[in-house]
């Protein structure tokens, strides 16, 4: 694909900002044995894809943009960037379980300021 990337600064102060994707589609052929049921595999594609013709198709996906503005208007001291990481962990077991039970993992979010940006920082 291509990101097209667009930032307007307008003469009242306003910005405004956007980003367009252009390129090829992303097809995926598919036939009537792609189904595991042996059912109608149109039908089944249907269900993630945009059909583009018979055999061929598109299929559903996301594109994400994200814009950081820091323009120190409150002065250096006035930043705050907050992250936030999604990492995994085992759940630990329970004391009224009487047996072992499968690795059961789940999902841990973990956060942190920013205290400085830029280079070297």
Known sequence: YDYITDVKFREDGEIEAS???AGYI???HYTDHDTEAGGDAAAHES???SLLRPGLAGPVHCHIA???ADFD???VRANTLRVTSVGASDAPPSPR???PRPRHPYKVLSHRDVEAEGIGA
């Open 19 to 21: 980003v367009r994707f």
């Open 26 to 28: 992303e097809a995926r």
């Open 47 to 49: 269900l993630y894809s």
């Open 66 to 68: 994200a814009f950081k």
């Open 73 to 75: 208007i409150g002065g």
């Open 97 to 99: 379980e009487p047996f």
